[in-house]
């Protein structure tokens, strides 16, 4: 079934889809948030009538602009990229999939792009109310676009409200709602989207850091941080809570992906988390040498069985116990998963050749073989592991333990330091002392690189946590990929590259100069 | 409500769904035709920005339309992503990247320390106007006269040559409808710049080209039409579902479905009329006309393609494989809880309208542009 297929195709397909998202996810976080920045400033404007409120607003909004621009050029390749470089997933899943693309750009995009250009042309063109609403509408647009899209994602990662159907050799959506409201679809909305809103707050903070330095635009950079505080502050307690609901989720649906990025080997209850450990290059599983030893660990006791279960002696299971099964707790070999999903793609095999040897006799086989597997009780206790029939080694089901351990625990970390970042960022302002407080300052720009480190941490985790799937259990990455030469994927791969970074120094010059100009004459084509 | 639709009914719908967000785009696409014109309807650095500006104010809408085609597409017919996508490579992505290309230029054409300079996003833009309408519509060209691709079992595509659909402009039909996309999207480019910027030799200049576009793609336009009528089409068996060569497929269709006829017919008139009228008597409104015009005779195409058993995407490497709105399209469920979603059309459509208006209602000048706070 995978004839013309191999690792270095995967491989490079992979590597292309990974540096789009990424290049991407570089941008859009800070639209998401930006956006809701600069419509909270519109309001306080228009309550408000003070001119300043406006002159912050419209240099926010020209960064926002020039911002905006580059994540929709890098946003159409990926879209297409699902039909370009992984059709075969194209098909499996379109039925599900496509939906959510769709109304992404029926409800989402076209409000963000019909309001976006009042929002930067209509200044003199309609009333104030109507301005307003159009910034809102850009940035609820921009959100709801994220919504569709994370849905889409969430279900890749945990799939529910279908069926497979043998007849047309695919998944087929059963309950729309399902696949809308499925808790993990929900987690994952609110915590990226508010993860976003923290990074554009820390990008506001550590701008206007910048000009307090500089000594200019002094009451311009104090307003734009407490919003900006204010914003972050809240975001963030949010965006941890999401968060820990999301960490849950993947305990429950991704076991193996939340064993790697907690770096939990063997299984046990009341299991202790990792707060902060060191992997070293040794390891001491000679059948596994991506599970490496730790060099230095802090760990808490049981606290990884309450953040997976709500229970502090729940049992969690460790690599080892997912892939060498553990009846006591009810955890299945990776080796039965692989056989129950041989036999589903045997009865998928026998089904086709039924249907194509002869249209009497063999119809009748065909149809019962169609009834036997699309039985709940087939599907459930076979076709849920179809995608394990085309696993060939066990150690190929555990993600890459470092990569997921490593950017998970970035994350964590930096979203604990963002809380104090914004409280003390808040507390200087409010007191008047900001001004003196040149370390901060200082600090507050530096911390502008590592709300992207953590946001990008974030989608790393997310996406090679879950390897080999590119849709949990039931369709491995290699399988997804278009049939094309190595070679072509390689071109692209090149192209984008240097597309998407020549674009990158554009955008982060003209960023750079946007700001040295500051925000009393900001603006474009003079 | 719309669970009471038969499957095919369902299937029919998102195809005139789908066709007529791409006739929506090939209209929108007067912003790359504009994008063609910079250099020869400007005379001066004020005229260009004047040009860029007021498309710079409406890119948006086509980008946003192509990506809601892509997944509406998706959605509703998977089977043709899957195929088309993964398989005609190469056109694919030099459409794309043409629209990459696109996305940044105007926000940073003219920004300070923009680091490729304002000449070179110029050049971008001219690239995205001449590429995007021909290759798109020679992509859409193999609707008519096939692709190079094969289907297995579990619907894996494999393509029949290594130029991964490069090889449809060597199909002069396929590459006349592009030429014929690339000269309507430049009229309707002139005849936008005629209706939204308010100066004297723009308007004059943009007339005069609007005659010397309007022969090419009149010429490429009814050769393609004419050559489609007389050829052999892709039709398939209502039951069995087997594609069969038919001659006159076409022409036949045209004939089976009146309506969809005299759509074609208004579509093309509305056109030509908003083309001559405004050559003869200097208006502003061609661009309605010939833009509405666009929309219908494209829906009608699109309609041709797929409609009274006809393969939407033929299939010429392996006939069987081809793709046709029966075997290509979502389950039932998924398509008639999409049609839902379809019902937010006219409303997006409503608030697109007012929000136009409001933009529009005052044409753009180099005055406004020298106070615009945030201008391309």
């Known amino acids: 079934m995978l004839d013309g297929i191999n690792v270095a195709l995967v491989d490079w397909s992979r590597a292309q889809f990974a540096l789009t998202a990424m290049y991407h996810w570089i941008f859009v976080p800070l639209t998401l948030g930006l956006g809701i920045l600069v419509a909270i400033m519109e309001t306080l404007y228009v309550k408000t009538g003070n001119p300043e409120w406006k002159r912050i607003t419209r240099f926010w909004m020209t960064l926002f602009g020039i911002n905006f621009a580059i994540g929709v050029a890098t946003g159409i390749i990926l879209e297409f990229e699902f039909g370009t470089n992984w059709s075969n997933y194209s098909w499996f899943v379109g039925d599900i999939f496509g939906a959510p693309l769709a109304i992404e750009g029926i409800l989402a995009f076209f409000m963000e792009s019909t309001f976006i250009a009042i929002m930067f042309f209509g200044w003199n063109k309609v009333s104030k109310s109507f301005h307003l609403t159009a910034t809102w509408l850009t940035a609820i647009g921009a959100n709801l676009s994220a919504l569709w899209i994370l849905v889409a994602n969430a279900w890749m990662q945990k799939p529910v409200g279908m069926v497979f159907n043998p007849e047309t050799a695919r998944m087929e959506m059963t309950s729309f709602w399902e696949v809308l409201f499925s808790p993990m679809a929900v987690h994952k909305f609110l915590h990226t989207t508010s993860s976003g809103f923290v990074l554009a707050a820390i990008f506001v903070i550590g701008i206007s850091a910048w000009f307090i330095l500089k000594g200019r635009d002094i009451i311009f950079a104090r307003k734009s941080i407490i919003v900006g505080a204010i914003f972050g502050f809240v975001a963030i307690i949010y965006t941890i809570f999401t968060g820990d609901s999301s960490a849950r989720d993947i305990a429950h649906y991704q076991p193996m992906k939340f064993a790697a990025f907690e770096g939990l080997y063997n299984g046990s209850e009341g299991a202790g988390l990792v707060a902060l450990g060191l992997i070293s290059r040794n390891t001491s599983d000679p059948s596994n040498e991506n599970l490496k030893d730790f060099t230095v660990k802090i760990e808490i006791p049981n606290i990884l069985s309450y953040m997976a279960f709500l229970n502090w002696n729940a049992f969690v299971p460790g690599i080892n116990d997912l892939i060498r099964g553990n009846e006591k707790f009810g955890v299945l070999a990776a080796a039965d998963k692989i056989s129950r999903g041989k036999i589903a793609i045997e009865k998928l095999k026998a089904f086709k050749e039924a249907k194509k040897s002869g249209p009497r006799a063999l119809g009748a086989k065909a149809d019962s073989l169609k009834t036997e597997i699309m039985n709940p009780d087939f599907q459930k206790n076979y076709f849920s592991y179809f995608g394990y029939g085309y696993i060939a080694d066990v150690n190929t089901l555990v993600p890459s333990v470092a990569l997921a351990f490593y950017s998970f625990h970035i994350m964590v970390v930096l979203g604990m330091y963002f809380i104090f970042f914004f409280l003390i960022a808040l507390f200087y302002t409010l007191k008047g002392k900001i001004h003196k407080k040149k370390t901060f300052l200082r600090i507050a720009i530096w911390t502008i690189p590592l709300a992207y480190l953590a946001s990008q941490a974030g989608w790393v985790l997310a996406e090679v946590g879950r390897q080999p799937w590119v849709i949990q259990d039931l369709m491995p990455t290699m399988a997804a990929v278009t049939k094309i030469s190595v070679g072509a994927v390689q071109v692209t791969f090149w192209l984008f590259a240097i597309i998407f970074t020549t674009l990158l120094i554009a955008e982060i010059k003209i960023m750079m100069r946007q700001i040295k100009i500051g925000p009393n004459s900001e603006g474009g084509a003079k | ?376």
């Open chain 2, 1 to 376: 409500m719309f669970e009471t639709l038969s499957l095919i009914s369902l299937q029919q719908y998102w195809w005139l769904i789908v066709s007529l967000l791409g006739a929506l785009f090939v209209f929108l696409m007067f912003v790359q035709g504009g994008e063609t014109l910079f250099f020869t309807i400007a005379k001066t650095e004020t005229e260009k920005s004047l040009l860029v500006n007021t498309l710079g104010r409406k890119w948006e809408f086509t980008f946003t339309t192509l990506v809601t085609f892509g997944g509406a597409f998706f959605a509703s017919f998977p089977l043709f992503y899957a195929t088309s996508f993964g398989g005609a490579y190469w056109v694919w992505f030099a459409i794309l990247i043409s629209f990459v290309i696109q996305a940044v230029s105007y926000e940073f054409r003219k920004k300070p320390a923009n680091f490729l300079g304002t000449k070179t996003f110029e050049i971008f833009l001219f690239i995205n106007g001449l590429l995007g309408p021909v290759l798109v519509g020679t992509a859409v060209g193999t609707f008519f006269n096939g692709a190079m691709f094969s289907l297995d079992d579990m619907k894996h595509v494999t393509w029949g040559t290594p130029f991964r659909g490069l090889e449809a402009v060597l199909t002069f039909h396929n590459l006349a409808l592009g030429l014929a996309v690339l000269f309507l999207s430049r009229v309707l480019g002139l005849l936008y710049f005629m209706n939204s910027i308010d100066n004297e030799a723009i308007f004059e200049r943009s007339k005069k080209h609007l005659l010397y576009n309007t022969v090419p793609f009149l010429i490429f336009f009814l050769y393609f039409v004419i050559a489609l009528l007389f050829k052999d089409g892709f039709a398939y068996k209502p039951g069995t579902g087997e594609i069969i060569i038919e001659s006159y497929k076409y022409l036949h269709n045209l004939l089976a479905m009146p309506i969809n006829t005299l759509m074609f017919l208004v579509g093309v008139v509305g056109v030509l009329w908003g083309i001559i009228s405004t050559l003869l008597k200097g208006g502003t409104k061609g661009i309605w006309f010939a833009g509405g015009g666009t929309v219908l005779t494209v829906w009608a195409l699109l309609i041709l393609a797929a409609f009274n058993h006809t393969s939407f995407y033929p299939s010429v490497f392996d006939l069987q494989s081809s793709l046709t709105i029966e075997n290509a399209s979502s389950s039932r469920f998924t398509l008639v809880s999409m049609s839902y979603v379809s019902l937010f059309v006219p409303f997006v459509l409503g608030y697109i309208w007012y929000a136009w208006k409001s933009m529009n209602n005052k044409k753009i000048s180099s005055e406004e542009l020298e106070q615009e706070h945030h201008a391309y």
